[in-house]
């Protein structure tokens, strides 16, 4: 979580919303890392897990991330969870829940959702949420602070 967190805080000094993933080969190894960069790209498509898991295919050269997990300092949303199912990640490991677009248990589980043809991840949420979230809360404040 410690370098999902250092992207997340890049990503906030760029004026991106200060969200950060990485995704982790089964030696805890990172073979990508992500953060929103939706302004700077312009890409509706461009949150940090997205860009993570598109990273970590392009080095292993395989859509498919079966023995790696995810870990991202915001719950993903329905499209990041989307991804995440398509690569076939078997673990995600999220910080801050996400009240109002959250996909993997607060208002939507997606991930969870035994209906859907791909395999249900473990998800692990709450990790490191306090410094996740305050990130969030920080950016916010300033964002609402401007002119």
Do not use: Q
């Amino acid at each position: 979580m410690a370098r999902a967190l250092e992207e997340a805080r890049i990503a906030g000094e760029e004026g991106e919303i200060p969200v950060g993933a990485v995704v982790l080969d089964a030696a805890g190894s990172v073979i990508g890392a992500g953060r929103n960069a939706r302004e700077a790209v312009p890409d509706p498509s461009a949150h940090a897990e997205v860009l993570a898991i598109r990273r970590a295919a392009a080095a292993r050269g395989d859509r498919v991330l079966d023995d790696c997990t995810l870990v991202v300092t915001l719950e993903p949303c329905v499209m990041c969870a989307g991804v995440i199912l398509a690569a076939r990640l078997p673990r995600v490991v999220f910080g801050a829940w996400d009240d109002k677009a959250g996909a993997a248990g607060s208002v939507y589980d997606l991930l969870r959702d035994g209906r859907l043809p791909h395999p249900v991840p473990e998800v692990v949420a709450g990790v490191r949420s306090a410094e996740c979230a305050e990130l969030l809360r920080g950016f916010f404040e300033r964002r609402r602070e401007l002119p």
